[in-house]
C-alpha cells in the first residue's frame, strides 16, 4: 500500500476563509517517514520541485511500494481513552438540528459520496459526541461561509492549488487512495480543529449574547467541550512573535505560527497560542476515536506537541524577561487554571498518542525538547507559583463559583 499523498496535495489547498489564517492540514504531513510513488521520472521530478518549494524536505520518489505496518499500532490498547471519548454527557443534539445539518451537508457532497459521509457520521456521533457536537452546533451558530464551509473546502478539488494539480495532471491519483472512512476520518480531524476555533475567540458572540458586547483582545474565550470558556483580561502581555528569538533552527510550524511576516496576524500575546493548544487536543481526540479506520500518518501528534512547546518558550520568556507580566499571568487563579486544564488534557493525548506511528512519526525531538528539565520545569514552576494545583481535579464548571475571573456558558442549554 502506498502512503496516503493527501499530504502534500492537502497542504496546498486555498484556505480563503475567515476564521483561521492556518492551513492546518498541512501539519497532518509525517515528519520523517518516506512518500514513495509509482509514476513516471517527469512526475516523481514535479512532485519533488514542489516538495522542495513548501519545504518537505528530500522524499524518495523511486516507486517503492511501502505502508505502515499494522502491527506497530493494532496492538496500543485505546479502549479506556475511546469510552471516554463516548461519553454522550452533556452534548445534546436534537432532531431538528440534525435535519439541518445533513440538508446542508447533502448540498455540498455528491449524492453518492452523501449517502457514504451520512453513514459516518452516524459512527462518529457514538465514537466522538463532542465533535459531532462541535460539527452541528458550531455549523449552525456561525454564518454559512465560515461554517460549512470547511466541508466544502475540503471537499472540493477547484480550491485546491491550481499549480500542485497542473503538476499532478498525468499522475494516477487513485493509486494513492485511502478507504473512505479512512480518508473520511482525516477530514474530520481537520474540521473539528477548525470549528473548535470557530465557536471561539471572537466568534462568542454568536453562541452567547451576554458576550456580544465585548471587543476581541480584551478576553480569553475558547470552546472547550460544550462550554465557552471566558476570562477578561488585566493586560496585553508581550508579542508570541518573539519567540522566533529564542528557536535556533525554526521549522515551518514555528514560522507559520511565530513568524508575524508569514501569519500576516495582528500583534497579540499569548491568546492564540492556547486557542491552537485547544484546538490541536481536540485533533488528538478526533483521532483517537476514529483510530480504527486511520490506516496512514496523519501525524497529529506533531501539531500537538509544537503547541505545548511554543507555550512553554512563551511562559520561559516571560519568567526571564518580563517578571511583571510572569507575577500578572501568575497571579490571575483564573488564567492559571485555564492554563493548567489546556495542558494537562494536551499532556494527556500526548502520551495516549505517543507510541503509535500514525500519529507520531518523528515527533521524539519535540517531546525531548518538552521534557528537558529546563523547559518543563517553567511549566512546573508555573503551576507552582501560581498555587493553582489544588484546583487540579475541578472542572471549569466547579471552579467557576470559586474564581471569580472565569466564567462558563454552556452552549448546549
Known amino acids: 500500500m502506498l502512503i496516503l499523498l493527501l499530504t502534500i496535495v492537502a497542504t496546498l489547498i486555498i484556505l480563503s476563509l475567515s476564521s483561521c489564517c492556518i492551513d492546518y492540514s498541512k501539519f497532518l504531513e509525517p515528519k520523517s517517514e518516506e512518500i514513495t510513488i509509482s509514476g513516471s521520472e517527469e512526475d516523481s521530478a514535479k512532485i519533488g520541485e514542489l ?14 511500494d511501502d505502508s505502515l505496518d499494522e502491527e506497530n499500532f493494532q496492538d496500543i ?16 443534539v436534537s ?45 449552525q451558530g456561525q454564518d454559512y461561509h465560515t461554517g460549512y464551509g470547511w466541508f466544502e473546502v475540503v471537499n472540493d478539488n477547484n480550491l485546491y492549488n491550481q499549480e ?24 474530520l480531524i481537520t474540521i473539528t480543529h477548525e470549528l473548535t476555533h470557530c465557536g471561539s475567540g471572537s466568534f462568542i458572540y454568536l453562541f452567547v449574547k451576554d458576550l456580544e458586547n465585548y471587543q476581541w483582545g480584551t478576553y480569553y474565550s475558547y470552546l472547550i467541550g460544550s462550554q465557552i470558556v471566558f476570562i477578561e483580561k488585566d493586560k496585553m502581555f508581550f508579542s508570541k512573535y518573539e519567540l522566533m528569538e529564542d ?6 510550524f514555528d514560522k507559520t505560527y511565530l513568524d508575524a511576516g508569514e501569519t500576516g496576524a495582528s500583534d497579540i500575546d499569548f491568546t492564540m497560542i492556547l486557542d491552537e493548544l485547544n484546538a490541536y487536543t481536540v485533533s488528538a481526540k478526533c483521532a483517537v476515536a476514529c483510530e480504527e479506520y486511520i490506516k496512514h500518518s496523519i501525524n497529529v501528534g506533531f501539531g500537538l506537541l509544537k503547541q505545548m512547546s511554543h507555550l512553554e518558550l512563551y511562559l520561559n520568556r516571560c519568567y526571564e524577561k518580563y517578571p511583571e507580566d510572569w507575577v500578572s499571568i501568575s497571579g490571575n487563579k483564573g488564567v492559571a487554571f485555564l492554563i493548567m486544564k489546556l495542558w494537562l488534557e494536551a499532556e ?4 495516549a498518542v505517543k507510541d503509535d506511528e500514525r500519529f507520531n512519526e518523528g515527533n521524539q525531538h519535540v517531546a525531548e525538547f518538552i521534557y528537558h ?14 498555587g493553582i494545583l489544588p484546583y487540579k481535579d475541578k472542572t471549569f464548571q466547579e471552579v467557576s463559583g470559586e474564581l471569580d475571573t472565569i466564567k462558563i456558558y454552556d452552549i448546549n442549554q
Request: charge should be negative; aromatic fraction near 18%; avoid cysteine.
Open 51 to 64: 516538495l522542495e518549494e513548501y519545504n518537505f524536505g528530500d522524499k524518495d520518489f523511486s516507486g517503492s
Open 247 to 252: 528557536i535556533e533552527a525554526p521549522d515551518y
Open 77 to 92: 490498547d485505546y479502549a479506556e481513552i475511546k469510552e471516554e471519548l463516548a461519553d454522550t454527557t452533556g452534548y445534546g
Open 348 to 351: 494527556k493525548y500526548a502520551d
Open 373 to 386: 528539565p529546563d523547559n518543563y520545569g517553567t511549566i512546573e514552576k508555573y503551576f507552582s507559583d501560581s
Open 164 to 187: 500542485v494539480m497542473e503538476a499532478l495532471k498525468d499522475f494516477d491519483i487513485s493509486l494513492l487512495a485511502d478507504d473512505f472512512y479512512g480518508q473520511y476520518s482525516v477530514d
Open 95 to 139: 432532531p431538528e438540528e440534525e435535519v439541518e445539518f445533513f440538508a446542508n451537508l447533502e448540498g455540498i457532497y455528491p449524492e453518492e459520496k452523501f449517502i457514504q459521509v451520512k453513514e459516518y457520521l452516524k459512527d462518529f456521533k457514538i465514537l466522538y459526541p463532542a465533535g459531532y457536537f462541535t460539527l452541528i452546533n458550531i455549523t
